[in-house]
Each structure stands twice: as structure tokens, then as C-alpha cells.
């Protein structure tokens, strides 16, 4: 029973049902209310397919980082760590394995080869950027960054990739489709910005055993006050776009949309604002994610107002 509560940890578990979560919404209230009848998702397994890939593919990412992070985890969070600890190396690589081939196989039961093969060569682009993540970009300065948040936007973008074949994205596009692209690509950009700012503060908390292991983080490149500063950037950043969002729907009498915007995104975005300046120690950096972590959900869940104004 400890092992498997371990391997919980291990492949971090909330995070994956996050990533299911939000799959499955990009599905039934964005896609679904627009096309209700079309695209391969006549068949829910397919769906479910490509759910079970991402979650796969991202809990052997998950594994393989611990595995290369031992070192690290030592010093930044060691009464957390599994690996060295309650799972062996050996089996650490071994469950890296089956996982990343258990999403590969999914994703191959899930793709039309005639269309959308270049999907699962994608995934497996995901595999080995996740490789080359743990291994080497995760040390190098902003690179490791960027990456996690392009590999976390994709999430969302591959379950619409996947409605539709190369000649009807590249071409004329009906109505339906100009305003899915749009609400999907805000929702894409969103991922990117938050994940971008939560690396960072991941970077400022683990900054002591970084720092040992050579890494080349942002805080401990740049220092700790610019590292706050590139934090307060995007954050203000992410603030405005979805201020110019909340006034764009008011027309439209998205009150409750409205409301659920101030009160669930932007406002916590202006305490996290307010509790960065002061920060200094890994708590509080901790307090920080929770409430990046809690943005990012209310994030995903607001996609629930579309099921009934799309």
C-alpha cells in the first residue's frame, strides 16, 4: 500500500486528472456544442483514448524528472521523494517505459491514420522532448521553461487538431471553425502564460538545490529580484488579456461569466501580484503555486459557460 501511495506521488496524480479534466471539456463544451455530429468523436472511446494518451505520456514525463531530480529532491523536498526511496531506480525506468509506450499505443487507437497520422509522431516529439527536458533544458535558463508550458498548451490543442484534417484548417474556414480557433487558441495562450509564470516561481522556491546541482534557473542566473520582476510581467500580462476578455463578453450579457472572471481569475492573479513582492522563502513560494494552481483550474473550469452560449 505505501509503494502504490508512492507511485502516486510519483506520477503526480492530481496533475493528471487535471490534464483529463481539461481535455474532456475542450471536448463537450467547446467542440461539441459547435459541431455536434461531425468529426471522428462519434465514438467516445476515441476521446477517451486520447485522454489516457496525455495522462500516460505526462505521468512518465512526471516519472523520468524524478528520476534525473534525485540529487535535487535531496536537498529542495526530501521528506516528498519517492524515487531512491520507496521505488527503486530500476523500477523507476521500467514504469517510465510502459507508460510512454501504453500513450503511443493509445494514441495510435485513437488517430486516423489517413488524416492525422502526424499526431502521433507529435506525441512521440512529447516523449522525447520530456526526455530531453529532465535530462538537459531543465538546467538551462528560461528553455526548460518554455517547454513545459508549449507541452502543456498542447493538451489542449491536440484534442482540436484532432476534429479536423489539414485542408479544412488550412482552408476556408466556416463560421463555427473561426470561432472555435479563437476560443481555443485563448485557451492555449492562457496554459502557456500561467505555466510560464508557475516555472518560474518553481524556480524561485527550488533555487537552493538548483543552485548545487549547476542548474542554470532563472533566479539564480539573473538574481532573485529580476526573477520576480519576468514573474510580475506576465502576470500583469495575463491580467490585461483577460480584462480586454471580460469587457468583450460583457456586451453579450455574460453576467455570471463575468462575475465567475473577476472573482475566480483576475482577483487571485492580484493577490499573487501582492504576495510576490514579499517573498522570500520556499513557503511562501509554495503559498504562491497554490494559488497559480488554483487560477489555472478556475481557468479550465470557466470553459463550462461556452457549453451553453456556443
Not at 538545490?209 to 532573485?224: E, H, N, R, S
Request: glycine share 4%; with cysteine; net charge positive.
Amino acid at each position: 500500500m505505501q509503494k502504490f501511495a508512492a507511485f502516486l506521488r510519483l506520477i503526480r496524480w492530481p496533475n493528471l486528472v487535471f490534464i483529463a479534466l481539461t481535455q474532456g471539456l475542450v471536448f463537450l463544451c467547446l467542440i461539441r456544442p459547435l459541431f455536434p455530429f461531425s468529426g471522428p468523436y462519434s465514438d467516445w472511446m476515441l476521446l477517451l483514448c486520447w485522454i489516457g494518451a496525455s495522462v500516460l505520456i505526462a505521468a512518465a514525463g512526471y516519472v523520468i524528472n524524478d528520476y534525473f531530480d534525485i540529487n535535487i529532491d535531496q536537498v529542495n523536498r526530501p521528506e516528498t521523494q519517492v524515487v531512491d526511496r520507496i521505488i527503486s531506480r530500476r523500477w523507476a525506468m521500467l514504469w517510465h517505459f510502459i507508460l510512454n509506450v501504453g500513450g503511443l499505443v493509445l494514441t495510435a487507437l485513437a488517430v486516423d491514420w489517413s488524416t492525422h497520422a502526424y499526431l502521433w509522431f507529435a506525441n512521440v516529439g512529447c516523449v522525447a522532448l520530456l526526455w530531453v527536458y529532465s535530462t538537459r533544458f531543465k538546467k538551462t535558463l528560461l528553455v526548460g521553461n518554455v517547454l513545459i508550458a508549449v507541452l502543456t498548451s498542447w493538451t489542449i490543442l491536440v484534442i482540436f487538431l484532432s476534429q479536423f484534417t489539414w485542408s479544412e484548417l488550412i482552408g476556408q474556414y466556416s463560421e463555427a471553425q473561426q470561432k472555435l480557433s479563437r476560443i481555443v487558441m485563448l485557451y492555449a495562450g492562457f496554459a502557456f502564460v500561467i505555466t510560464l509564470i508557475r516555472e518560474a516561481v518553481k524556480d524561485m522556491e527550488d533555487r537552493i538545490g538548483d543552485a548545487k546541482a549547476g542548474c542554470k534557473t532563472l533566479p539564480i542566473v539573473w538574481g532573485f529580484p529580476a526573477a520576480k520582476m519576468y514573474t510580475a510581467v506576465w502576470t500583469v500580462v495575463l491580467i490585461v488579456v483577460l480584462l480586454i476578455v471580460h469587457a468583450y463578453v460583457l456586451p453579450f450579457g455574460w453576467w455570471w461569466a463575468s462575475i465567475y472572471a473577476l472573482s475566480a481569475l483576475i482577483a487571485p492573479l492580484v493577490i499573487f501580484l501582492t504576495r510576490l513582492i514579499p517573498a522570500q522563502q520556499p513557503d511562501d513560494f509554495k503559498q504562491l503555486s497554490r494559488i497559480l494552481k488554483w487560477v489555472m483550474l478556475a481557468g479550465i473550469l470557466s470553459m463550462s459557460f461556452f457549453y451553453f452560449w456556443l
